[in-house]
């Protein structure tokens, strides 16, 4: 069992610095000396794990952003409430965390998408299906919010999470290209002002 704990760990710790390294330099340019330099293992350990960088990349899309992507949107997005108030909440969960390193490098998943998809079909299903996952739970807690009465009838449920995940990857991209707090907040706040206009009234 402690052995168990242990490989879990050193997994868990590699995966962390590999997620940095890829976010900073993006996957082609991520190093394997970088990575292992931030860590407390060796080579060997790295490959026990992962036989190879292309692995890596893959496990990384897979188990430490899909963990924290359930974490922060989908865990929340499956509970009943307000599908506004949760939405606004995890954008505010995610800027209180990665403020800083969304605007100095970017969305990590649009980093990998922008970077990996047209050469590297592997890649693109994974990043494709982070992407519908929380499409998805955007979409079908909309819907339980119109069923609430919570929600305007008269909005596409799809339509609207696509357009929600879109507007959050733009916000963050224009953000890194100006290395700019200020169009982070002000971009995201227009759309929680469009959000806000899906309430019904009472």
């Known amino acids: 069992m402690l052995k168990q704990r242990n490989a879990d760990q050193s997994r868990l710790e590699l995966l962390e610095a590999a997620s940095n390294e890829i976010h900073q330099f993006g996957f082609h340019a991520a190093s394997i000396s970088r990575i292992l330099e931030n860590t407390s293992l060796t080579r060997g350990a790295l490959y026990h794990h992962f036989p190879s960088k292309?692995?890596?990349?893959?496990?990384?899309?897979?188990?430490?952003?899909?963990?924290?992507?359930?974490?922060?949107?989908?865990?929340?997005?499956?509970?009943?409430?307000d599908p506004i108030e949760i939405i606004e909440n995890a954008l505010k969960a995610t800027y209180a965390d990665h403020e800083k390193e969304l605007i100095s490098y970017g969305c990590p998943l649009n980093n990998l998408s922008q970077e990996m998809s047209a050469v590297d079909e592997g890649f693109r299903?994974?990043?494709?299906?982070?992407?519908?996952?929380?499409?998805?739970?955007?979409?079908?807690?909309?819907?339980?919010?119109?069923?609430?009465?919570?929600?305007?009838?008269?909005?596409?449920?799809?339509?609207?999470?696509?357009?929600?995940?879109?507007?959050?990857?733009?916000?963050?991209?224009?953000?890194?290209?100006?290395q700019s707090y200020k169009t982070l907040n002000n971009c995201t706040n227009i759309l929680l002002n469009y959000l806000h206009g899906l309430r019904v009234i009472a």
């Open 54 to 81: 292309l692995a890596l990349g893959y496990a990384v899309i897979d188990e430490w952003f899909a963990g924290y992507m359930k974490q922060v949107w989908f865990e929340p997005l499956n509970k009943l409430g």
């Open 125 to 178: 299903e994974r990043i494709n299906h982070q992407y519908e996952i929380w499409q998805d739970a955007l979409a079908d807690a909309l819907r339980q919010g119109q069923q609430n009465g919570q929600i305007k009838t008269d909005i596409d449920a799809d339509d609207v999470a696509v357009f929600i995940v879109a507007s959050i990857e733009g916000c963050i991209g224009l953000a890194k290209n100006k």
